[in-house]
């Protein structure tokens, strides 16, 4: 499974055909109210209206439809407490094979119930790196199971890109594109698609102040440790992959980073103006241009919202 | 601006060419997780999407652009402190005339300004029914304006119709069509539409137990004034009216009520599956379709989101 080149817009095309109709084509909303706010015109891509609540989703049904048989059958296994785990169940549940989550007990009961709901089998952790990476390799010693990690994956990456192909090809003459980044697999996708297919698009990430790894690594040049992430955005926890890092050092413009309230203001706004959910995550790229407004006055942008799982009981306002 | 008789189908196909360009399409969404949840086909109307927030702009701008000039010169005047007021406004503002609302001073903070956005004036009372009333009697007299009821009106309840209309045209051969009823105008407007264009159709509304007029109206056959309501769904808070309730007699089949524990779970599951914003009201509907799963078995049910103005700092999970 392990491709270490990076993936090109044909692989982003490839992707598409092989999950198109396993996949939602999401819907692009745009808002009156938030386009008069930023003086912009924005076209949100909503994949939080995916199957199971995010893009993830594209990424693993792409990585889990490119196995070879003799793969397949021993199954798909990886460790993650969020979106990942749901997407790469459901995937798995689709072509008829096994889904192993290395799962940190502290995770929340919603986010269990949905992956066990999908019928993947959970394997409980530490919440640790090393927790869960020892549990990780134990379940595939056993199983034979194929690693797929998160977003530092040829196809993962590849997957997500398939969301803004959707967007451009249905919106003409973006000038610019934002989209959230944690492990860089959806800003990736996003980037390899938007230059190939829209010539002069900026691509841009908004990234969390509270877990600036990807914005000190492309400032520097150098793939940048990440510091304790602790920031409301809880899909944006990840640092940057070798993979990712190589597409966003090449393909992205630039990172716009947010702080916290600025990223519950924005997800209050998207909540309360285009009476849609999403989880704070997909909140940071309308952080980032409200934050730099300037930029994108009158710009035609394209943000896309990477997921609705917010547990509904613990919302930030 | 009254018309005692009831409005007929070709009152909603002429209130739909008066308003389409005004008023938003609004998308049918269907949700795999709740068809296997209540074993039925549905299909959402989004009128939480609808401009200002509900449903309601589809009456006002059909009652607002249907003065003549001299009437509309001076003005619309209504009491209310829900969406039927931002709708009005906003539909006086698109007309260019001036709205004035009598508004209790316990409505919301996030209700005053959203009629203040608008260009509202806003004339504050005491949260009775005398108070208003009164407030209202001194602006018509003051100011000339036309009194829109929110929803026993023959332009309203037309203007309403369009929502179903929209939707039978675009989903076909639907078994049943829901609505919530609160003063009885969606629901009206819902059933001539419906009735008409869809031969053996069957129309029913849902109904807070705690605001339940229309299922004791509905039932002996009498008016029924109401008890002092207390239901979460503050949409559905009014009693039908004359006119509302001689259309509901003639064409809804019945009124299924539900109670305030499956209004709030049925609201969580639009949230949670969905991800979309609905308000309580919006919420009746679908928790009558659970509370009588039987009724609706395998039928293709159409089921009108009412709206999506909700405070979210006061969610009820």
Known sequence: MQKSSI?????????HKKIVDAIHKTPVMTCSAINDITGASIFFKCENFQKAGAFKFRGAANAVF???????RKGVATHSSGNHAAALALAAKQRGIPAYIAMPNTAPQVKKKAVEGYGARITFCEPTVESREEALQKIIDETG????HAYNDYYIISGQGTAAKELVNEIENLDVIVAPVGGGGLLSGTAIWAKYAVPGIKV?????????????????????????PATIADGLLM????????????????????????????MQLIW???KIVVEPSSAVALAAVIRNKEEFENRRT????????VDLKKLPF
């Open 145 to 148: 199971a194929t690693f797929i």
């Open 7 to 15: 993936p090109s817009h044909t692989d982003i095309q490839t992707a």
């Open 66 to 72: 490119s196995l070879n048989e003799d793969d397949a």
């Open 239 to 266: 640092p940057l992959g070798n993979l990712t890092f190589s597409v966003i050092r090449k393909y992205v413009d630039r990172i716009i980073t947010v702080n916290e309230g600025e990223i519950v203001s924005a």
């Open 272 to 274: 309360e103006r285009m």
């Open 204 to 228: 841009i990430g908004g990234e969390p102040e509270k877990a600036d790894d990807a914005f000190r690594s492309l400032t520097t040049g150098v793939l940048q440790p990440a510091v304790p």
């Open 302 to 309: 394209g943000i896309i919202l990477s997921g609705g799982n």
